[in-house]
């Protein structure tokens, strides 16, 4: 019977004639086609999950997406490692020329490759929206990966995002949610800017034709801390002062992983090396834990955990 072709309990008739109707319907439905948004931790490219890797490996494209995040490997190290060709999705592919990535999903499985977690930035969940078939593969953030300092999760509050200030445009409402954080005694994750293919506007202007791009930027812990020093000028609530504990982190998951704990002008002098860097502005009181843990960072003097 039927039944018995897709797997259910066994039948005493005869086996399905592969002429019928019923037959040539079930033999001709194909899988319907996919995206997949597909995390990559947080290091290189052993970082994918196993069901991770069995999905790029089969589909038709795969692209990266290169601008919310950076890897410790170039593409180059992840083609090779995954055994097949990559394309790269830049910020006006994912955002404003989405169809590219998503023309034909019908037809045939897609995977995006996200750094860290997929579901981290707005814009990937947007993506998941338009496309309506969509399969998520989860992997480590530093939304949980910040836990590596010796914070308790727990305890923190809203995240916020730390811009590069650009000549007049020199937005703080990341101050606001900072202030209301510490007000209820929690920790505040802050992501730091990177630009990576920005366009050169100002040659453009000058020169015209072809578009250029400049040169990548990624913010460190030391520009960040000058941005909130800036903040606390503008609105002096001593929110961001030289003597506020906090917690600069480089590279988290990776082998030459930093974390320092310190008051801001300690991490505003400290060299915390490549990117990607991150800081987290601590809570007004901490756990007994919590303060045993930043005692291990404190100044530096350790680069990891000690168990690790």
Known sequence: SIFGFLGGRPSSQASPNPSSPTWRRLASTKKPKMLYLVGLGLSDEKDITVRGLEIVRRCDEVWLESYTSILGVDKGKLEEFYGRSIRTASRETVESEADQILEGIDTR????????DPLCATTHADLALRAGKVQIVQNASVMGAVGRCGLQLYRFGQTISIPYFEGDWRPTSFYEKIDANRRNDAHTL?????KTKEPDYAKLAEHGGKV?????????????IDHL???EATHKRGVCTPETPAVGLAR?????????????????AFDFGRPLHSLVICAP???????????????GAAPTVPDR
């Open 285 to 299: 009181t901490l756990h007994d834990l919590e303060q045993q843990f930043l005692d291990v960072f404190a100044s």
């Open 190 to 194: 802050c992501l730091l800017d990177i």
């Open 229 to 231: 020093f800036e903040a």
């Open 212 to 224: 250029t791009y400049l040169p990548p930027r990624f913010m460190s812990v030391n520009e960040a």
């Open 109 to 116: 499985d897609v995977a995006v490759l996200v750094v860290g």
């Open 252 to 268: 988290l998951g990776c082998p030459d992983e930093r974390i320092v704990a310190g008051t801001l002008a300690d991490l505003r």
